[in-house]
T-cell receptor, first 115, second 113 residues
């Protein structure tokens, strides 16, 4: 398996533009997590899905952020409109069960820069 | 409010010596602890974990120690190798689930030849 695949690797956009980050989890993994990494706050959980259903989005910072998982092999994280403070590395991760008896696999991340 | 704290942003060690990375936590409900390793331009990868019912777990050159009374854990790497140079994240969960996983900010380890 190729692991968790994220695209794009880098995204540079201007303030006010819409940004869409994409993630393909490992096949057979029922749980998908979106994280954001910043210098100030470290790695934070934004939202997670179980069997394509959003379970907890309490980490989503504002209504400008939304996430979807239309099927088991694809998820998106959208920011509209984007702001400079959204600049961060966004990671997608997947796990078979959501429990720590199984490993959590991260993608390589999307480096987002909002100018 | 940082519930998992890694107070050393960076650590430099010579090859062959021991690396000790520290982590403190404040939530007494945490019952499972993990260490992740992250190379530049890659995502974090699982390294080693420990349950709160244990005080030590070893995997090859990596050993994690847990001191529940002090709410402190540490990762020992012996002997350190240049390939160990990476950012190390401490993480904790209070229901053994990833939905409650809380990460520290990381410690950058540099192992010099």
């Amino acid at each position: 398996d190729a692991g968790v695949i994220q695209s794009p690797r880098h995204e540079v956009t201007e303030m006010g533009q819409e940004v869409t980050l994409r993630c393909k989890p490992i096949s057979g993994h029922d749980y998908l997590f979106w994280y954001r990494q910043t210098m100030m706050r470290g790695l934070e959980l934004l939202i997670y899905f179980n069997n394509n259903v959003p379970i907890d989005d309490s980490g989503m910072p504002e209504d400008r952020f939304s996430a979807k998982m239309p099927n088991a092999s694809f998820s998106t994280l959208k920011i509209q409109p984007s702001e400079p403070r959204d600049s961060a590395v966004y990671f997608c991760a997947s796990s078979p069960t959501g429990w720590t008896n199984e490993k959590l696999f991260f993608g390589s991340g999307t480096q987002l820069s909002v100018l | 409010d940082q519930q998992v704290k890694q107070n050393s942003p960076s650590l430099s060690v010579q090859e062959g010596r021991i690396s000790i990375l520290n982590c403190d936590y404040t939530n007494s409900m945490f019952d499972y602890f993990l260490w992740y390793k992250k190379y530049p331009a890659e995502g974090p990868t699982f390294l080693i974990s420990i349950s709160s019912i244990k005080d030590k777990n070893e995997d090859g050159r990596f050993t994690v120690f847990l001191n529940k009374s002090a709410k402190h854990l540490s990762l020992h790497i012996v002997p350190s190798q240049p390939g160990d140079s990476a950012v190390y994240f401490c993480a904790a969960s209070h229901d053994s689930g990833y939905s409650t996983l809380t990460f520290g900010k990381g410690t950058m380890l540099l192992v010099s030849p």
